[in-house]
């Protein structure tokens, strides 16, 4: 079983960073491909960003430039870059851990994270 912690959530204006990590622990040689999801107020939980084991990459289209995912395999950690934030980025943001590499399939996620708050606004 693999354990998914989120941190560096917060209040940022618009055209701000903010910089999340996910720290894993457990069963984690099991996970190939880890992502960065978010859900707003009354919208379905939509995928932001994955990466893989070897570092291939993939971005929802609305993110695209502005965010960057990491992953450092030796500390079991994934890092999500958010710069020129705006106020539709407003969600709560979800680290999840997937066996399936290179998924960007909601439901082949199996372990997620208790989620962090990134609240844009001025």
């Known amino acids: 079983q693999v354990q998914l912690v989120e941190s560096g959530g917060g209040l940022v204006q618009p055209g701000g960073s903010l910089r999340l ?3 894993a622990s457990g069963t984690i040689f099991s996970i190939n491909t880890m992502g960065w999801y978010r859900q707003a107020p009354g919208k379905q939980r939509e995928l932001v960003a994955t990466i893989t084991n070897s570092g291939s990459t993939n971005y929802a289209d609305s993110v695209k430039g502005r965010f960057t995912i990491s992953r ?10 958010m710069n020129s934030l705006q106020r539709e980025d407003t969600a709560v943001y979800y680290c999840a851990a997937s066996e399936i590499r290179g998924t960007q399939a909601t439901d082949d996620f199996g372990s997620w994270g208790q989620g962090t708050q990134v609240t844009v606004s001025s």
């Open 72 to 81: 450092d395999n030796a500390k079991n950690t994934v890092s999500l870059q």
């Open 21 to 23: 990590s996910c720290a």
